[in-house]
């Protein structure tokens, strides 16, 4: 198990669903563990009662189907499918509402979605997703997608504070053609966690969102270091620009 999750961590999210069902057919005895475990790139779905789109992962799903968080429904229709309290439900929904706006801000654009459930420790749990796919948008770009999933779990609240673990990753995938560098695909994933103590009064909605933006801040900071600095440095290694290669160095 040890060596499969090493194997996925160093997969690109392209290949990562072929790689997740070798495994599968490999390892049958640790499907649950490696479905659990192992972050694919995320899929789109149509809510067909609202006409809103709908991130699928396996926090909103029940069987073959899939819960939305706009209708609260499953497709295809599930009569038994687990559904979060009306408390949780009433969260839920005031959370997709604002994570909307969150992701205007600062993606221009792209899909959103949010589930919260309940805790078996009087907690609860929280997934927000965000997809936000791009051809041809930014400069010599052909191809791009950014897949962002965070889980936060709370814990009861015990004298006006609470408890939160946030896991995050952040799966990115970019493509690039034009006949100065050709063809050239950068892909990888990047996971963290944070735990923070916060008081509940101004709501856990608050906390999240404050915890995500923090997380999101750090994640496109170490992006930008370890996969676009590298490469960079690399490349210009690699193919130095025409003003590098006619400077001398200076005589001894």
């Known amino acids: 198990m040890e060596a499969a999750m090493d194997l996925m961590r160093r997969m ?31 899929q789109v779905c149509m809510d067909k009662e609202s006409l809103k789109e709908y991130i699928l992962c396996e926090y909103n799903r029940d069987a073959d189907s899939y819960r939305s968080p706009w209708s609260n429904k499953y497709d295809p229709p599930l009569e ?10 009433n969260l839920e929904v005031e959370a997709n509402e604002v994570f909307s706006v969150y992701r205007d801000q600062y993606y221009e654009g792209g899909i959103s979605s949010v589930y919260i459930w309940e805790d078996e420790d009087n907690g609860f749990i929280a997934c927000f997703l965000i997809k936000k796919d791009g051809q041809g948008k930014r400069g010599y770009m052909q191809i791009g997608s950014w897949d962002a999933i965070h889980i936060i779990q709370v814990g009861p609240e015990e004298e006006g504070v609470a408890h939160y673990c946030l896991n995050s990753t952040v799966m990115l995938s970019l493509t690039t053609d034009n006949k100065q560098s050709g063809t050239f695909n950068l892909s990888g994933s990047i996971r963290r966690q944070m735990s923070m103590t916060l008081a509940v009064a101004d709501g856990h909605l608050v906390n999240m969102g404050k915890m995500i933006e923090e997380m999101e801040g750090k994640l496109r900071n ?31």
């Not at 038994?80 to 439900?89: A, F, I, K, L, N």
């Not at 170490?222 to 690699?238: A, W």
């Open 80 to 89: 038994d499918g687990t559904v979060p309290s009306q408390e949780m439900r």
């Open 12 to 42: 690109p999210p392209r290949s990562a669903e072929t790689a997740l069902n070798a495994l599968l057919s490999l390892l049958p005895d640790h499907s649950l563990d490696l479905l659990s475990q192992v972050d694919l790139p995320l």
């Open 222 to 252: 170490s992006l930008d270091q370890v996969y676009f600095g590298k490469t960079r440095e690399m490349v210009c290694t690699l193919r130095p620009p025409p003003e590098v290669l006619n400077m001398r160095l200076p005589d001894s």
